[in-house]
């Protein structure tokens, strides 16, 4: 329940954001500003994501494709490119790990490969991960020792998708300890059904694997989006593969299932389905836009674009 606490709480504080300051991208030139009478004309790109409380993520760019992300805690994530598909995600950072709503103070190192099937599609993602934890102090100090290797893991990411509107359907993550021999021991499911080009909803299980039988699931949300706008999101602007490397990132980041949709849903709803009785927890926004219909404010997150 953690998680769905958090995530009203976080939506509710943000939605108090009543201006943001013009701001400029990595190479001085002037971000789109929140006025509703002004705004780029032309082709552009997402550069920033931004809060009164701080930066969730800025976006940096080698040409048209996405080269580098920054976010939270000057966390870094590099992306390499075969053609026009994303080839290689490597992570140096940190990351709310067990989705209480704190980034944590372990260090996180991971590298994604991406492997794409028929006509293009992503259908798979093999992950290494590193978790880095300070040692305890050595009394009589009180001073944490230095970072050390905490946890390895090895995981694969199985995308598939529907045959008749080709949409992503599900995400299914298999991971073990990366130890000889290796075996798969944890899983975690990620199902997505639409309304038309947008997502409604995400059921998302968490739980344990016995040789290859998923186990019942330890965990189980639910996250719906609704009353969708007719204008554009910003996240279009954003690579598929990108989108799926911020779901993947933690276990559940479901929340986040909205840079999947080319609309902005106005209402969100997380719901814990292992309550006896499951009672969902709705957030609600008003979107700003700018003359072009991208999104510039919403759930009081600031999109700031530049042009290309």
């Known amino acids: 329940m953690k998680r769905l606490f958090y995530f009203i709480l976080l939506i509710a504080g943000f939605s108090s954001i009543h201006s943001c300051k013009d701001l400029t991208d990595e190479e001085g030139n002037p971000l789109l500003d929140l006025n509703d009478n002004t705004g780029l004309i032309g082709p552009r790109a997402l550069s920033r994501e ?3 409380f701080g930066l969730i993520a800025q976006y940096e760019y080698n040409g048209l494709l996405l080269s580098k992300v920054i ?8 992306i390499e490119w075969s053609g026009n598909n994303i080839s290689k995600i490597t992570f140096k950072g940190f990351l709310d790990l067990d989705s ?6 372990d260090s996180v190192s991971y590298t994604q490969q991406y492997t794409y099937g028929n006509l293009g599609k992503l259908t798979m993602i ?7 934890r300070k040692a305890a102090p050595v009394p009589p100090s009180t001073v944490p020792g230095p ?16 045959s008749t509107t080709a949409k992503l359907t599900s995400i299914v993550m298999q991971r073990g300890n990366d130890i000889t021999p290796f075996d798969y021991t944890d899983y975690t499911k990620a199902t997505y059904t639409y309304l038309g080009d947008n997502v409604s909803s995400v059921t998302k299980e968490v739980g344990k694997l016995t040789g290859s039988v998923f186990e019942p699931a330890d ?3 639910a996250f719906d989006f609704s009353s969708y706008d007719s204008q554009i999101s910003g996240y279009t602007l954003l690579p598929f593969g990108y989108a799926v490397s911020v779901l993947i990132s933690t276990d559940i980041n479901d929340d986040r299932s909205l840079m999947l949709s080319p609309n902005s849903p106005r209402r969100v709803s997380v719901t814990d389905m292992m309550e006896p009785v499951p009672t969902p927890i709705v957030v609600s926004t008003n979107y700003k836009y700018d003359p072009q219909t991208y999104m510039t404010q ?4 600031n999109y700031f674009y530049k042009p290309l």
């Open 219 to 221: 965990q189980k949300y």
């Open 298 to 301: 919403g759930f009081g997150i």
């Open 147 to 162: 970072y050390a290797v905490f946890a390895k893991t090895k995981a694969l990411y199985k995308l598939t998708y529907s």
């Open 50 to 52: 931004v809060t009164d």
């Open 126 to 132: 093999s992950e290494n991960r590193t978790v880095y």
């Open 71 to 78: 976010t939270e805690k000057a966390s870094i994530k590099n």
């Open 100 to 105: 209480d709503g704190t980034i944590d103070t």
